[in-house]
DNA sequence: TTGAAAGCGCTAACAT
DNA sequence: ATGTTAGCGCTTTCAA
């Protein structure tokens, strides 16, 4: 080989990585003074301040990380794994809500200060009790769920998209379910639905037992039969079947006028089986998806969907978990944060 | 202050740590043999190294993995980053075939040790520049792309799922694009079709502008006129619009008998556009998608995919990675893996 | 076969 | 205002 290789692996060390006391040595100053000086702390004379900043700078000068965690005790790592309400865990990306809840908490974590580890779907707290994290983020756990139970066991604080009261070092964010539902009943009423039928999991996340609580007492109120048809597997197929099952009406054999679908589908898989089972959209029966799925926006019609603002949560999230790291103060254990109604021609009745 | 504060450190330590040299004292051995012990080197009585970890279990010691990592020089931590080649970079991980990518990548390093940082899309080295990275995967960067010049200077090699060929520190691994092509086209010609039409973006990966000349080239063997409609932006909306286009027919009006989209779209969305246009499927277009979305599998007929397999070029690519960190030896630079089709109903000519 | 001691690179008490 | 020094917790020569 020619050309002198810098890169490979570290064994052969690359390019002897300068060091603060390279920095001290050049600049004729001292380790504590160059240090200061970059970390703008101590007592320093602007012009010695400048000249260490200079001689930093110019010799490319990169502090080493690691070495500052040691001395810092804290590693600025978080993890992030799925809980294990998730069902389809090797693949849980796929689900838009979960693709942009991870996207969105690396970001924040990140702009803060913290990187944001990947750990695998499903994977226990053995199998990275290795790595120094200053907390863990459990999405979407189950309600005793064993992977907040084995974090908070190793004595690192766990923060959640989901309820996780009761259980000290547990912090979590979650949805206004409440209101949320009511916005999604509350527009098909408006829009002169009467027939409203709902399409949840049937899981024990605080999310969907609050779903169905909410759409109970919304029902009772309104003076309308309470129609709920339970998912009890994740995943399209099983959704879409159930969605068929709320189409085909009552034992009556009447036929509900409003869908509202809180199971995680892909839109157009929605809308496809609502027009098999003999369904104008929005004609004779109105379309609302609990679903962060773009493709709602090119179907034809377009699918109103309720939104769960997975960059909200994560930026709640994470500026709780820096305040509880950071500050280390008694916190509250949870947040609500709002949903979004994306109203669009699937719910909305035609004039004339 | 009331509890022996140690200086440095913790604002309020949850439970001290238990530390090497803890489990030393408690077992009434050196630190040295303790950490010869419990790292299986080092010549050792059997007894004193059973004595050794026996203490360690029963005190629940867990090294220090900052410390370590200060001591070996290497953190065990890579960077994820998406490159340049990605349009909407916010919310990449919506794509099916990066979910997958993302979600394997971090799970096959972490079985070999190493834990993944997520890098926030489209972010610049320098946001990054603090953590101790000793390697970085970019994900379809562009045929130059800044992203991996920017890492490459910081002396941190580089792992692609694209071909990032002669920048030293740079290794990828990619799909075998000559082969999937044919694949797709053969199965279409085996099936009767004759007027074949592609969807491919109009983009400058390595991906795309080999799957245009191998389509050329197919096209040239087979003696059929060479069909091809470019995207130039990525997402559902102007994939489904090129999708239409090459739907209207040729300048004489003649309609396609077969479209493969390269670009990645929603498979029911194409569908569905098909469906606008008038065609059956498969009944006078035969359908395939380069994709991984699931979706493909629940639309009414199944369409029919292929799969740039992201689980397997993940694990190539950190076994890779792995090899070149550790072994540091002269590795190739890239690597090829198969692509797979998946044949469903929307590409098979019915009988009769 | 075991232990003492040095030091990874950095920051912060404590001098000066 | 700047420098000296002592570690953070671990692994690894090198002595005993």
């Known amino acids: 080989m020619t050309h002198g290789s810098r890169h490979g692996g570290q064994p052969s060390s690359p390019t002897p990585r300068v060091r603060l006391v390279d920095v001290a040595r050049e600049a004729g100053l001292s380790k504590?003074?160059?240090?200061?000086?970059?970390?703008?702390?101590?007592?320093?004379?602007?012009?010695?301040?400048?000249?260490?900043?200079?001689?930093?700078?110019?010799?490319?000068?990169?502090?080493?990380?690691?070495?500052?965690?040691?001395?810092?005790?804290?590693?600025?790592?978080?993890?992030?794994?799925?809980?294990?309400?998730?069902?389809?865990?090797?693949?849980?990306?796929?689900?838009?809500?979960?693709?942009?809840?991870?996207?969105?908490t690396a970001a924040t974590a990140l702009r803060r200060g913290y990187a944001m580890v990947l750990l695998p779907a499903g994977s226990l707290q053995s199998e990275w009790a290795d790595l120094p994290l200053d907390a863990v983020v459990v999405t979407d756990p189950d309600a005793d769920d064993r992977i907040v139970d084995d974090v908070l066991a190793a004595g690192i604080p766990v923060f959640s998209d989901r309820s996780v009261e009761g259980?000290?070092?547990?912090?979590?964010?979650?949805?206004d379910t409440e209101a949320a539902v009511r916005s999604a009943l509350d527009h098909f009423h408006e829009q002169g639905a009467r027939r409203p039928v709902l399409v949840v999991p049937d899981s024990t996340t605080r999310f969907h037992t609050e779903v169905f609580?909410?759409?109970?007492?919304?029902?009772?109120?309104?003076?309308?039969?309470?129609?709920?048809?339970?998912?009890?597997?994740?995943?399209?197929?099983p959704v879409v079947r159930a969605v068929e099952t709320a189409l085909t009406g009552d034992p009556a054999g009447r036929?509900?006028?409003?869908?509202?679908?809180?199971?995680?589908?892909?839109?157009?898989?929605?809308?496809?089986?609502?027009?098999?089972?003999?369904?104008?959209?929005?004609?004779?029966?109105?379309?609302?998806?609990?679903?962060?799925?773009?493709?709602?926006?090119?179907?034809?019609?377009?699918?109103?969907?309720?939104?769960?603002?997975?960059?909200?949560?994560?930026?709640?999230?994470?500026?709780?978990?820096?305040?509880?790291?950071?500050q280390g103060g008694r916190e509250p254990a949870g947040t609500l944060v709002p949903t979004r109604l994306d109203v669009r021609a699937s719910s909305v009745r035609q004039h004339g």
Chains 1, 2 share one sequence.
């Open 32 to 104: 504590t003074t160059v240090s200061a000086a970059l970390n703008d702390t101590g007592r320093l004379s602007p012009a010695v301040r400048e000249k260490a900043r200079e001689t930093a700078r110019r010799m490319g000068y990169r502090p080493n990380a690691t070495a500052r965690q040691l001395r810092a005790g804290r590693a600025k790592l978080i993890g992030y794994v799925v809980g294990e309400a998730v069902d389809a865990r090797s693949v849980f990306l796929e689900s838009p809500y979960f693709a942009r809840l991870t996207g969105a």
């Open 255 to 326: 036929r509900p006028d409003a869908l509202l679908v809180v199971a995680e589908a892909s839109p157009p898989l929605v809308l496809a089986a609502a027009r098999r089972h003999g369904y104008d959209v929005p004609g004779d029966l109105l379309l609302a998806c609990v679903s962060e799925d773009v493709t709602a926006e090119h179907t034809e019609p377009p699918v109103t969907t309720l939104s769960l603002r997975p960059e909200a949560i994560a930026e709640a999230g994470i500026e709780h978990l820096v305040r509880v790291l950071e």
């Open 213 to 237: 609580a909410a759409h109970r007492e919304w029902c009772a109120e309104h003076g309308l039969p309470e129609r709920v048809v339970r998912v009890g597997e994740a995943g399209n197929g």
């Open 167 to 175: 259980r000290p070092g547990a912090y979590w964010v979650d949805v």
